[in-house]
């Protein structure tokens, strides 16, 4: 796995951000730990499906 960058990590807090607003305003509210994992269980489908 590649080393994560500085610009990597307020990429991914950004969208992590995104996502707990986008619920937010659905009327849902998830914590950022939540945001957490689905953004991670969601890049390792991604790099799943590249290879």
Do not use: C, H, W
Request: charged fraction near 30%; proline fraction near 2%; avoid cysteine.
């Amino acid at each position: 796995m590649k080393p994560i960058s500085k610009n990597t990590d307020a990429l991914r807090q950004q969208i992590m951000k995104s996502a707990v607003a986008s619920f937010k305003i659905e009327g849902i509210k998830i914590s950022a730990d939540t945001a957490s994992k689905a953004l991670k269980k969601i890049e390792a489908k991604m790099a799943k499906s590249a290879r």
